[in-house]
């Protein structure tokens, strides 16, 4: 069974700061380190007076994993109990419990590291291809503020003779696609390169 509850920030810390079992304590706060995420461990004190007087402690905990705007209680398996809930347990069963957590946690580290590397490479890549399209003068917005070109690397004055060669370049760019357009055909297309060829001089008729 889920069971879910609300810890505010003073209760957090609280919790975090007074659990004397020094063993929890530290395996918590390296989980909460290597994973990112909130877990939280709720120590209580138990005190018991025997028939004759003597008093002894025992200490129970409660495993808290926060997720988004709750809390959710971590429900152990108890074989002696027929109760489905079963939030308070020995520190014993909280120790297995959380040093298997963080055994599966390095796991976790390495791969949210791998994909931060990731991450990284993908963002360098379009960065050097951002440069690339300010060199080429990339208008990436044309309503005339300053990031509107050279967004991602210093920005210069646009003079005229650099819309010049800008225009010279786009008319060799739409020369460049139509004679690729013509090459792919007469490459691939018998009928077209002899009718060409005829037309040009180009085909022997004897």
């Known amino acids: ?110 791969d949210i590291i791998q994909l931060k590397k990731e991450i990284g490479i993908k963002d360098e890549k379009l960065h050097k291809k951002n440069v690339a399209l300010d060199a080429l003068h990339h208008v990436w917005c044309n309503g005339g503020c300053e990031s509107g070109i050279h967004r991602h690397t210093e920005n210069v004055e646009i003079t005229d003779e650099m819309i010049e060669v800008a225009e010279q370049n786009l008319s060799r760019l739409k020369k460049w696609r139509e004679n690729k357009t013509f090459r792919d055909r007469y490459e691939s297309d018998p009928e077209f390169r002899d009718e060409w060829d005829k037309k040009h001089g180009l085909l022997d008729e004897g």
Not at 64 to 78: K, R
């Open 1 to 110: 069974m889920a069971i879910a509850t609300f810890l505010t920030g003073e209760e957090v810390n609280s919790y975090l700061g007074s659990v004397t079992d020094k063993e929890i304590a530290q395996i918590v706060g390296e989980l909460r380190n290597i994973t990112g995420r909130d877990w939280v461990v709720h120590e209580t004190k138990h005190t018991h007076k025997s028939l004759f007087g003597k008093i002894t402690e025992t200490f129970s905990y409660t495993v808290y994993l926060g997720c988004e705007n709750q809390y959710q209680v971590i429900n152990f398996y108890n074989s002696e109990s027929d109760w489905s809930i079963n939030g308070q347990v020995p520190a014993n069963i909280v120790h297995a419990y959380l040093m298997g957590m963080l055994a599966g946690g390095d796991n976790y580290r390495s």
